[in-house]
């Protein structure tokens, strides 16, 4: 241990303070300045600041999953350039999946910041956005490559700027490999925007307080995240649970993938073990460890300590097991384009849990089903890529509802995409876009409902959707239904073409279009036991429908609005 | 005929109703509070308003700003609300964007709040419009009747109309408008092109729902505060404070009552940007402290930042409002220990029970304690001495809560208090200057607001500002910036088209329209024609870019001069420009009816040699520029003599609010009552 004397508790709140705003201060030069809406509208982005040794200091997102896999890429990013050779003002860009935790769109650029006469980095700042071409096989999402190198234009920690210098040459490689280098090098002057107020604003830290006192600081707000973290696992019971659920296919063959988890409690320790799955597959589903360790850190933090902004502290009661070529530890060359498959599993830590723990919700909907359209735009012949996220039920929860058609769990400051906005970057036209009745697991709590979007297209363009769970249902807990219809995407729906869609692409020609669905959430408790008034007010607002009203929550409502109970019902409560 | 010489301007907020008379003959102001009354609000207002003195039958302009609006939304105390939207699409409002409040991202059981609006009470109607304004299927006009027979059956009583794409094409919601308001006169009705003409439906729906929410119960208060007004013999101008600064008409304020949700936080800047007049000075920050939270504005050359972003409680609001950052930091925040780390908030101690001083109940202490215990406040002079506080309970809670636990002395303890409400203060203040690429360290720093005044001192040390500018009745400011305020009117429309010449000259065409659009509603409010004038603005950004800067069209402006001004200012909020085509957003018009003002004057009186007139005593108190205890001469602001300086350390008392001075600092009073530090 060092000799340093201990700063006071007062100090290192002030100096947690500074911190966590130059991450807010970076977050929003990056929002303010990107040129891609999946940054500045969808949100699809993380940004983290680390200590010299690579800790999370403060964090702000964006996604969720993209700051845990930031906390793996830094260390593999200046293990592969070698710390002896970052210098002030580099700026490193890495997307090689099975060390950013990410597929190759979603590149990190870090850049080391280093104090006054420092040798080696103090610190480095890390932006890692979603970019929307790097030259994949297909324009926008690849959906069935099955090799990395189908994947996009590969950048194996490269330096971009030199010591304050941007490289021409690189920025050349970057520009002919894109279809949308407009867009890339303008999100890329975004996030270099974004380093350089982060580096201001550490250097001012540095000078307020001294080095010396800053690293102090940084390791008490390290070691009170830890103490934190580890009294909210003491406070679990021990014990030790497994969990599967379904993905759908690998996107090539049509297999259903089989993902596990186990999980283990003992005293402060939290171990995750995905060794159980599938071993990898041929298709783009496969998850880069980096990716794994974040989905399994963002369950841990909302199960542990969901207020207080992350630092590295706060995950140190968490292990993450998985032998390498498992699914959930791809290796090269696997392909990993579509790694959205960590949706699906995202939930499996709580299905585990819910075995020997109160406080768990049901499954959400559990998938992403969102779609994107690419193509060239009729009004002036340029390239579009438009996506949308699209809302899912949330599970009911021991105490309440499952909200309804909210965003995925692990992207939760996420937006879905405006209609107005789709329809004007694209050629495509919404017919409907509504909740769908019924679509709530039945429960004491219900699930929430899902939605239902129907789009037809007015000039001819490209569809992908990105199904990855239709085969089988989110799942329900203490008695809750499953909910009964779940995620599906009907491309040319009413025609003899109709097709029941997973994750693939379509050409769409006018006049054509979808009918997507998204799933709702598991229910939580028997449905006889939900409050009859409930039911009453689910009937009137047509969250449930009058057949489901007296079938599944034994409540009969008369069109008057009155409401009394079933035999069923009333048997329940007779027992 | 009556002589009118008081303007009178009235701010309600959620203790106390501050009102404050101006009598332009004798130049007098008079400054009077009286408790807000939450269940007939304008009973509070009337009793602060009587408290003045001043004569109603005497006063020119009567001012008004009020959170009725706001608290509705909060409470969820509006009326009940539907919404008639396209067929296909009537959960727009209640699918949302999908996301959660930055502060629940790890909330996995997220509830979401109680909705505006019940989905029974939101109906499709068939009609649509394509993103060029083109009508793909007519509207049709007996299902909207329909609709409205529907709603009202259930018991609605005040509609949203928002159909996608309105912002292209008008046609069909002012048809819905017109429809329901002649078959139903009974039902409010909002529709969402009277509020915002830009796209994301979402938005502009739920800016629709909340003027929807909001309008019968505000216009139900204004009628009846202006009746009694009226009662009691006033006869002038009865003007409402807007969200985004400046004032209206009442009768406007009735058409739009959203508008007024944020009318008082805009007095302050309000009130800011005319002390910046007044003084010469053109970039300044304002700093509003009250008792749970702390709100701080930008002002560059003159003009703070508008958005279109408002909130509340996530519910977005896409009405001109200053770009106010918010934290919950303030009198009464909460300082705790949190294994080892002292914490401030955010929970607040609120007016009840109050700090711990306040001898109410509550043991956890505040910063207000903490101020006490720094020997900022005295036991006895506070609320001009209405209040006393209990020293020795504060002092004890911050020594067993924090000292203790901190290991070290209560005045330690108490000085870190607000060191760590300080750090988080810098950080909200350069969050909203850096985003737009500004130095803070080139603004003056307007406090008020009941503590604004005391931490501002402080924050101007820690941020290197060259200046805190204490303004006169700073607890009561608000109300001061609405006795500035102009009549104002907005109006924009999205256009979406890429800038050249032929574009720009088109833009002429709707800048001119939209000119007379807000020309016919400042006519509409009694505004001479010499005394209105019209500001033409242009939102640009890049092409593929989302954010937009505002960029002033002058006359003389052609496609190059205006696509210089967006990337210099481009470049000076962002660092960068780019070699890309600009496109053109929104088209916008600030239509202002210049108001005649008071000018405050503290008359010629020479200046004195020295303040020992002003000293009134002397205590203990915490110098933060030697970190230690030491004798604080006090002054009483109203006996200060202009243009002589005080050096710190030093207390200036007045009834409501102190200003600290630390020992590297100098004060001086300037000649229109403002207090200077430096």
Redesign the interface.
């Known amino acids: 241990m060092s000799a340093r004397p201990k700063l006071d508790g007062a100090t290192v709140e002030v100096i947690r303070h500074y911190l966590n705003s130059t991450a807010e201060q970076m977050r929003r030069t990056l929002v303010r300045t990107a040129f891609n809406p999946v940054i500045y509208e969808v949100l699809d982005f993380g940004i983290s600041v680390y200590d010299r040794h690579r800790r999370l200091i403060s964090e702000s997102s964006g996604i969720l999953s993209f700051l845990g896999a930031n906390d793996f890429a830094i260390h593999k990013g200046v293990e592969k350039v070698g710390i002896e050779n970052l210098h002030p003002g580099d700026v490193v860009i890495i997307n090689v999946p099975y060390w950013s935790g990410a597929h190759a769109a979603d590149a990190m650029l870090f850049t080391p910041v280093f104090g006054e006469g420092s040798d080696l980095p103090d610190a480095y700042l890390a932006v890692r956005a979603h970019w929307m071409d790097l030259g994949a096989k297909d324009p926008g999402y690849v959906l069935d490559s099955t090799s990395v190198h189908q994947e996009g234009l590969i950048l194996p920690a490269v330096k971009l700027i030199k010591r304050g210098v941007v490289d021409p040459q690189i920025m050349a490689i970057l520009r002919y490999n894109s279809r949308m280098p407009e867009t890339i090098i303008g999100d890329f002057n975004a996030q270099i925007s974004a380093m350089r107020v982060g580096e201001r604003r550490l250097r001012q830290i540095w000078d307020k307080f001294g080095l010396a006192d800053v690293d102090a600081a940084i390791d008490m707000i390290i070691s009170h995240g830890a103490e934190t973290a580890r009294e909210a696992v003491r406070a679990m019971p021990d014990g030790q649970w497994s969990a599967h659920d379904w993905l759908d296919d690998d996107g090539v063959s049509h297999d259903l993938i089989r993902m596990a988890v186990t999980v283990t409690i003992e005293g402060d320790k939290f171990t995750v073990d995905y060794g159980d799955s599938d071993p990898g597959v041929p298709g783009p589903v496969n998850i880069p460890f980096g990716s794994t360790l974040s989905q399994a850190k963002n369950v841990f933090k909302s199960l542990t300590t969901p207020e207080t902004p992350a630092n590295h502290g706060h995950y140190q009661p968490l292990e993450v097991i998985c032998p390498p070529g498992n699914l959930f530890h791809a290796v090269y060359p696997a392909a990993t384009y579509t790694l959205w498959s960590t949706m699906v599993s995202f939930e499996l830590i709580n299905k585990a849990l819910a075995q020997g723990m109160d406080h768990i919700a049901a499954s959400s909907g559990s998938d992403e089903p969102g779609f994107m359209a690419v193509g060239t735009h009729p009004d002036n012949g340029e390239m579009y890529s438009v996506s949308n996220n699209e809302g899912i039920g949330w599970g009911g929860t021991p105490e309440h509802d499952g909200s309804n058609a909210l965003q995925h769990l692990s992207t939760t400051a996420v937006r879905n995409t405006s209609m107005e906005v789709l329809e004007h970057k694209s050629p495509i036209f919404h017919e409907r876009l509504e909740l769908r009745r019924d679509s709530g697991g039945a429960g004491k709590w219900r699930g929430g409902l899902g939605v239902c979007r129907e789009v037809t297209w007015v000039a001819v363009g490209e569809l992908l959707s990105m199904k990855k769970k239709t085969k089988t249902r989110p799942w329900a807990l203490r008695g809750g239904h499953e909910p009964e219809t779940t995620n599906t995407m009907i491309v040319w729906p009413d025609t003899d073409r109709a097709h029941r869609a997973r994750m693939e692409r379509f050409t769409m020609q006018p006049g054509e279009g979808f009918r997507n669905f998204s799933a709702g959430g598991g229910g939580w408790g028997d449905p006889l036991d939900r409050p009859i008034e409930l039911v009453r007010e689910d009937v009137l607002d047509e969250y449930v429908s009058v057949e489901k009203a007296e079938e599944v929550y034994g409540v009969r409502v008369e069109p008057d609005g009155t409401a009394t109970p079933t035999a069923a019902r009333l048997e329940r409560q007779a027992s | 005929m009556t002589e009118r010489k008081y303007r009178l301007a009235v701010d309600i907020g959620g203790t106390f109703v501050d009102a404050i008379s101006y009598n332009e003959q004798s130049g007098e102001i008079t400054v009077r509070k009286a408790p807000t009354t939450p269940a007939a609000p304008a009973d509070g207002v009337i009793t602060a308003t009587q408290a003045t003195e001043a004569s109603l039958e005497e006063a020119s302009v009567y001012t008004h700003g009020t959170t009725l609006g706001l608290n509705a939304i909060l409470e969820r105390k509006g009326a009940v609300t539907g919404i008639i939207t396209n067929a296909?699409?009537?959960?727009?409002f209640?699918?949302?964007?999908?996301?959660?409040p930055?502060?629940?991202?790890?909330?996995?059981?997220?509830?979401?709040p109680e909705l505006l609006v019940?989905?029974?009470h939101t109906v499709g109607v068939p009609g649509r419009i394509?993103?060029r304004g083109k009508v793909?299927t007519d509207l049709d006009r007996q299902a909207v009747v329909e609709a409205g027979r529907l709603l009202s059956d259930r018991g609605v009583e005040s509609v949203a109309v928002c159909f996608?794409?309105s912002y292209a094409n008008t046609e069909h919601e002012e048809a819905a408008k017109s429809l329901l308001t002649s078959a139903f006169p009974d039902l409010s009705v909002s529709v969402s092109i009277d509020l915002v003409r830009e796209?994301?439906?979402?938005?502009r729906t739920s800016t629709a729902v909340a003027d929807a929410y909001i309008r019968p119960i505000l216009g139900k208060y204004l009628t009846d505060l202006e009746e009694r007004l009226r009662a009691r013999g006033f006869d002038g101008s009865f003007l409402i404070m807007r969200s985004a600064g400046g004032a209206m008409t009442s009768e406007i304020a009735r058409v739009s009552p959203l508008l007024t949700v944020f009318s008082g936080p805009a007095g302050g800047i309000a009130g800011t940007i005319s002390l910046g007049e007044s003084t010469g000075r053109s970039s300044l920050i304002s700093f509003d402290v009250g008792g749970t939270s702390l709100d701080a504005c930008v002002i560059v050359d003159g003009a703070p930042t508008e958005v279109y972003e408002a909130e509340i409680e996530a519910l977005p609001i896409r009405i001109p409002v200053f770009d106010i950052r918010t934290i919950g930091a303030g009198g009464g925040s909460i300082a705790w220990?949190?294994?080892?780390?002292?914490?401030v908030g955010p929970h607040s101690a609120g007016a009840v029970p109050g700090p711990i001083c306040y001898g109410r109940g509550n043991t956890e202490p505040t910063v207000t304690d903490a101020a006490l215990c720094l020997g900022y406040l005295a036991a006895d002079e506070f609320l001009g001495g209405e209040m006393s506080l209990d020293r020795e309970a504060a002092v004890r809670g911050v020594t067993e809560k924090l000292a203790e636990?901190?290991?070290?002395s209560t005045e330690r303890?108490a000085a870190?208090?607000f060191?760590?409400l300080?750090?988080?203060t810098?950080?909200?203040i350069?969050?909203i200057t850096?985003?737009r690429g500004l130095d803070p360290r080139e603004f003056s720093l307007v406090a008020f607001g009941g503590a604004g005044p005391m931490l501002a001192p402080l924050l101007a040390r820690e941020m290197e500002l060259p200046e805190v500018v204490v303004p006169a009745a700073p607890a009561v400011f608000s109300a001061w910036g609405m006795l500035m305020s102009d009549l104002e009117y907005d109006v924009g429309q999205t256009v979406?088209t890429m800038l050249d010449d032929a574009t720009l000259a088109q833009m002429q065409g709707v800048l001119a329209q939209l000119e007379s659009e807000a020309d016919g509603v400042l006519a509409a409010q009694s505004v001479p024609p010499e005394n209105r004038v019209f500001m033409r603005h242009l939102d640009l950004r890049?092409n593929?870019?989302?954010?937009t800067l505002s960029v002033e069209l002058e006359e003389a402006d052609d496609q190059e001069s205006v696509a210089a001004k967006f990337h210099q200012q481009h470049l000076e909020?962002?660092?960068?420009k780019?070699n890309?085509e600009v496109q053109i957003l929104t088209a916008r018009v600030r239509g202002v009816g210049l108001l005649d003002k008071p000018s405050r004057h503290l008359g010629d009186q020479s200046s004195g040699i020295d303040q020992t007139a002003s000293r009134v005593g002397e205590r203990h108190a915490f110098d933060f520029a030697t970190r230690e205890r030491r004798v604080f001469p006090i002054y009483e602001r109203s006996l200060l003599q202009p243009e002589v300086e005080i050096e710190g350390p030093a207390i200036i008392r007045e009834p409501t609010s102190v200003t600290i001075v630390h020992s590297d600092q100098i004060a001086v009073p300037d000649r229109l009552g403002n207090l200077v530090v430096r």
Do not use: C, N
């Open positions: 296909g699409f009537r959960d727009i209640e699918i949302a964007r999908g996301d959660l930055s502060g629940s991202k790890y909330d996995f059981q997220y509830r979401r019940k989905r029974r394509d993103h793909v996608l794409h796209y994301h439906e979402y938005e220990m949190d294994k080892g780390l002292l914490r636990p901190l290991g070290m303890a870190s208090v060191d760590v300080l750090a988080r810098v950080g909200a350069r969050e850096v985003e979406l890049y593929g870019q989302e954010h909020r962002y660092g960068h780019l890309e």
